[in-house]
């Protein structure tokens, strides 16, 4: 009883303390996104990664519940940190509240910070009849969304066959009833700039609907979805789409995938999801997964027997999502893909699990790409099977896990790693795969240098040091070849990557970063006066050091500068950013802007995050010399109504046009803005 007294007085006192430092709202979720999104590339689906991200921040895990992979996907905590928190919650029982975290050995500050917007230690109330959780839910809410670029682009304007048939604007809509661990539905829709926005028989007013129902936690059913969904087992070789960073300022963590198991799919991107039925039974240590789903797809049919023996086929999927010309339109849903397959895990204890994934695809036309010579490996046909073996087994402060998968074509896809806490202060990870050039595998996202997981092989080192909370240091190397050719570089070819990365924390209200990041690849170039192709060494080196300094409980800053330098035997080219944002708060109102000054050529493009309305980001590449500005506004009108603005604004000083074909723009602006409200029903 002492000791009960004892901890309650213990945690009040730490409530009081974290009330002082902490305020996480759904409102700041875009914010939290920015501190994930450190290392921005064009090959990471950041839409897809977004949304993943949104749903973990949604539905919160239950910290006196969770599971060792549970708090694996946060991709926060070290392995020694997941061993005491479960030391602790053996020793002390049950969490009273997330505050209580401060009492866990080797849980810091930092720490405790990037997790407390992903869990919680409420239990769920099941004793209420459904109908009246239903009435009674935990997020409720409906938003609309309104963008349109200011200045006119080319395609409003032609009268040839690549004009656009809609107007402008862009209008996106959500509706979202749900509670975590209990049930979700809703529904989303869009129409992208150009399309147009009308109901006869070829169009459904919107472009893009998307809807889902989904039960968690029924009996024996765990979750069952009806609707648009995505799914993520194993190391995410047959089954990936979900949250997982990849290679990046965290180099520990996010080396490995988990088992998050089915998902509704929330984004707007038109391909890369299943719409179907979903459904995984948990019976004891097993649960079982099975899955039906039909998606139609845009592709322009061909007709030359040049060079395929089939009828009539397609040379790829596209995925852009856009109809907005006649042409583009004549493209819309011109395959269907059949997806099934089944999913069987089972828990042997807390710390060894394994698993099986199977995935059958099989299209209503037949796809093969036009021959060259870099893609005489990838998919021909209309089936395509692929298959899995996986496991984790986690022991004292290390946890190992793989993955070994086939595809029909006969390639193989195989990963294997392990991330162990060498000490309190010091984290290490290691992780080897090998994707054969005709490993096929269309849902899969496993960890790798390349945006599929094909042609590769590679072995990753990852190392994080924590002396105390004011000094981090983290790096990683990955060395990479590809066996066979790709686009870009007519031979096999290979290359290696590392990154540093120093933080600083003098205070609670400063943090200081700095990093560096140089890859070096082999790329075809044509070279001068001669006809043959040569194989040349790339190399790529990035630079940054940021600060963020909050000056009060208003005001707060956050000066960035990155640089790069691309250097090749016959091509020298240098390109920077300077980033300066300013974000304050004023009772109900909260204003966020930046302005940056930037001097790049294409391979020196800077990638960086920018503040944007609620469920919405934008990761811009700041390419040429110009500058860039925003300003977003949001205003919090009363508990159920809040309203965004968002005006933003690139200016070149090299030319007078911006953009290309359809989207090119006469004058050497591009402005653009954004409004949304948000209607909360509880």
Not at 204 to 228: E, P, R, T
Not at 310 to 333: A, K, P, V
Not at 618 to 626: F, K, M, R, V
Not at 642 to 652: E, I, K, V
Request: net charge positive; charged share 20%.
């Amino acid at each position: 009883m002492i000791y009960n007294l004892k901890r309650v007085f213990h945690l009040v006192l730490l409530l009081l303390w974290f009330q002082t430092t902490q305020s996480q709202s759904i409102e700041d979720f875009n914010d939290l996104a920015e501190n994930l999104f450190s290392i921005q590339d064009e090959n990471v689906d950041y839409e897809d990664l977004y949304e993943s991200l949104l749903i973990h921040y949604t539905n919160p895990i239950n910290l006196n519940k969770a599971t060792r992979e549970d708090l694996d996907a946060l991709y926060i905590l070290s392995p020694v940190q997941i061993t005491s928190f479960f030391d602790y919650i053996q020793e002390f029982g049950m969490l009273l509240s997330t505050y209580e975290l401060q009492n866990i050995p080797h849980f810091d500050l930092a720490t405790i910070n990037l997790m407390l917007p992903f869990v919680t230690v409420r239990e769920k109330t099941d004793n209420q009849p459904f109908p009246q959780r239903l009435r009674d839910p935990i997020n409720h809410y409906f938003l609309l969304r309104f963008t349109r670029n200011i200045e006119a682009q080319k395609g409003y304007q032609s009268e040839t066959s690549n004009k656009f048939i809609g107007d402008p604007n862009k209008v996106y809509g959500r509706y979202r009833l749900s509670s975590p661990g209990d049930f979700s539905f809703g529904f989303t829709f869009e129409k992208d700039p150009g399309e147009s926005l009308q109901w006869n028989r070829q169009a459904k007013g919107f472009d893009f609907y998307s809807g889902h129902a989904c039960l968690m936690n029924k009996g024996i059913i765990k979750s069952m979805i009806v609707g648009d969904f995505q799914m993520q087992f194993g190391q995410g070789l047959v089954f990936g789409s979900g949250f997982s960073l990849g290679k990046g300022s965290e180099t520990i963590t996010t080396v490995k995938r988990n088992s998050t198991g089915i998902r509704p799919y929330t984004s707007v991107l038109e391909s890369s999801f299943f719409r179907g039925t979903a459904t995984t039974l948990q019976i004891g240590r097993n649960e079982i997964t099975g899955f039906y789903s039909q998606l139609a797809q845009d592709a322009n049919p061909v007709n030359d027997s040049t060079y395929s023996n089939f009828e009539e086929f397609i040379n790829t999927i596209q995925s852009t999502g856009y109809h907005r010309t006649t042409r583009e339109l004549s493209s819309r849903d011109q395959i269907f893909e059949r997806s099934a397959g089944v999913i069987f895990e089972q828990r042997r204890n807390p710390r060894l699990k394994f698993g099986a994934a199977y995935l059958q695809s099989q299209y209503s036309k037949p796809i093969q790409r036009k021959p060259n010579n870099y893609n005489q490996f990838e998919f021909t046909g209309s089936h395509n099977q692929v298959g899995s073996i996986y496991g984790s087994y986690g022991w004292q402060n290390s946890l190992f896990f793989g993955e070994v998968a086939r595809s029909s074509s006969g390639g193989n896809g195989i990963i294997g790693g392990f991330i162990t806490s060498l000490s309190p202060t010091l984290d290490f990870s290691l992780v080897i795969r090998n994707y054969d050039k005709n490993f096929h595998s269309f849902y899969g996202n496993g960890f790798g240098e390349n945006s599929r997981i094909i042609n590769e092989k590679g072995i990753y080192w990852g190392l994080k040091f924590h002396p105390s909370r004011r000094h981090t240091f983290a790096a990683y190397y990955d060395k990479f070849s590809f066996p066979w050719l790709k686009y870009r570089t007519e031979s096999p070819s290979e290359g290696f990557e590392y990154l540093g990365r120093y933080t600083f924390q003098p205070r609670k209200a400063t943090i200081i970063y700095a990093q560096f990041r140089q890859e070096n690849k082999q790329r075809t170039y044509l070279q001068d006066g001669d006809n043959i192709n040569q194989l040349v060494n790339t190399v790529k080196r990035n630079y940054l050091i940021n600060l963020d300094h909050q000056l009060n409980a208003n005001l707060s800053l956050k000066t960035r500068l990155q640089t790069s330098t691309f250097r090749t035997s016959k091509q020298k080219s240098d390109g920077y950013a300077l980033i300066q944002d300013l974000t304050y708060q004023y009772k109900r109102l909260k204003i966020s802007g930046r302005v940056a000054v930037f001097d790049t050529d294409y391979d020196n493009r800077q990638y960086t995050y920018e503040k944007n309305v609620l469920y919405a980001f934008s990761i811009p590449a700041y390419n040429g010399l110009g500058t860039r500005t925003y300003l977003l506004l949001q205003y919090k009108c009363n508990r159920s109504l809040s309203l965004w603005t968002r005006y933003g604004q690139y200016r070149y000083y090299n030319q007078d046009s911006i953009g290309s074909g359809s989207t090119k723009i006469d004058g050497n602006t591009k402005s653009g803005i954004e409004v949304m409200m948000r209607y909360k029903f509880n």
